[in-house]
C-alpha cells in the first residue's frame, strides 16, 4: 500500500492528536480538506486562528470568552447567588443547552487525580472560595460521576461546609428512554438514593 505525501501524513497525524479521532476519521478529514478549494481552506484556517487569537479565559469563571468578563458572569438576567462548579468549558455548554439554569458558573479546569499528578492547586479551587463568600446562596457541584469526580465533590463539599452556603449536586440516575434491565447496578443504585416525591 502507497504511503500519503508528506504534507498529506502531517495533516493527517495533527488531526489524530484531537480528542475523539482516530487514524482513519483523521485520514477522512485530511482528504476532505485536500477536495477543498484553497478558499475554503484559507476561511477554514483563519478560523482556526481567530479562535485561538481572540478566546481567552474568564478572570471571574474561568470559562472561554472573547470578552472579559463573560457575557454569562456580566448578564444582568443572570442569578448570581448560585454558583455551579463545573470541570471544563464543554460542561457550560451542555447546561446552557437545556436553557434551565439561571446562575453563574465556575470552571474548576478538571478534576483530582492524584495518579496523573492533579491535586487542588492544579484546579481553580482558589479562585472559587472568595466567590462564594460573596453572597452566594448555593453551589451546585455539577461534576462528572467517575472516581475523579467524585473525590472532587467530596474535597470541594468539605471546603465549602463551613463558608456555611448549601451544597447540592446532580442529580444521577436512569436516562430518559432507558430500561432498567439494561441500566448497570452503580446507575441503578444512584437513581434509588437520589429518588424524589412525586
Known amino acids: 500500500m502507497p504511503r500519503p505525501s508528506d504534507s498529506l501524513q502531517r495533516l493527517i497525524e495533527e488531526f489524530t492528536r484531537l480528542p475523539g ?5 483523521a485520514q477522512r478529514l485530511a482528504l476532505y480538506i485536500l477536495k477543498l478549494p484553497a478558499g475554503e481552506v484559507r476561511e477554514i484556517a483563519g478560523a482556526l486562528l481567530d479562535l485561538k487569537e481572540k478566546m481567552k479565559y474568564c ?3 474561568w470559562n ?11 448578564g444582568p438576567r443572570r442569578d448570581p447567588g448560585i454558583i455551579c ?4 468549558p464543554n460542561d457550560v455548554i451542555a447546561i446552557e443547552r437545556t436553557s434551565e439554569y ?17 491535586g487542588p492547586e492544579e484546579l ?3 479562585e472559587l472560595l472568595p466567590r ?13 460521576a467517575t472516581i475523579e469526580g467524585e473525590a472532587t465533590t467530596i474535597y470541594l463539599t468539605k471546603l465549602l461546609k463551613p463558608i456555611g452556603v ?3 449536586r446532580l442529580a444521577r440516575g436512569i436516562s430518559v428512554g432507558g430500561d432498567l434491565e439494561f441500566t448497570d447496578e452503580a446507575t441503578l443504585a444512584r437513581a434509588l438514593e437520589g429518588r424524589v416525591a412525586v
Open 166 to 168: 448549601p451544597v447540592t
Open 59 to 61: 478572570s471571574v469563571c
Open 132 to 144: 462564594v463568600g460573596k453572597g452566594v446562596g448555593e453551589v451546585i457541584l455539577a461534576l462528572s
Open 21 to 25: 479521532i482516530g487514524r482513519k476519521s
Open 64 to 74: 472561554f470568552t472573547e470578552t472579559d468578563p463573560c457575557p454569562i458572569c456580566s
Open 124 to 126: 481553580r479551587v482558589r
Open 85 to 88: 462548579v463545573v470541570e471544563e
Open 102 to 118: 439561571r446562575g453563574l458558573y465556575h470552571v474548576l479546569g478538571g478534576c483530582l487525580s492524584p495518579l496523573e499528578g492533579i
